[in-house]
């Protein structure tokens, strides 16, 4: 059964600030009722990503911004029927709209291309952190309670050289 906190799970960052909060408000909204691989709540996986984005992140001036996109990296792709990149403007402005439009996967688009992509990605600072931390988040099979299948393996074999790929783009 799932349980929903009084306290803002962002306040457990430390960090007040104003983007954030929407962007959790936003991501509690439209992600509400979805579960990830594990069956846990969908939103339970950008918390971890905001939480642990800045250990990838070379320069700490970014790191509200960093924060508001981790939380915000899957709504343009997960929740399209509701949040367009044009939704997200007038809240974030062009950085963040522009950095989270980067990290949406074009359902054409093949999945080594994406990842190329955001290693080559011109000012690509935050998107970065936020793949890797999100690459890392889905790498961590121990969050799956159940035995293990040959899909799951595949997907962390892809997605551990997506992180290696990504870690080595200068």
Partial sequence: MQTTSTTPKTETLGIDHQGIKIAERIIL????????????????????????????????????????????????EDCSDIWKKENLYPLFGASITIDVEKLTKDPSEEYETYIDRLGSFSGGIVCKAVKLADLEDNMNLARLKRPLNKK?????????????KLSNFK
């Fill in 29 to 76: 909204s439209a992600f509400a009722g979805k579960t990830d691989k594990a069956g846990e709540p969908y939103t339970e996986h950008l918390f971890r990503v905001a939480k642990n984005c800045g250990k990838f992140l070379q320069n700490q001036t970014f790191l509200n911004d960093t924060i508001v996109v981790a939380l915000l990296h899957d709504l343009l």
């Fill in 152 to 164: 799951d393996i595949e997907r962390v074999e892809k997605y551990h050289k997506s992180f290696l």
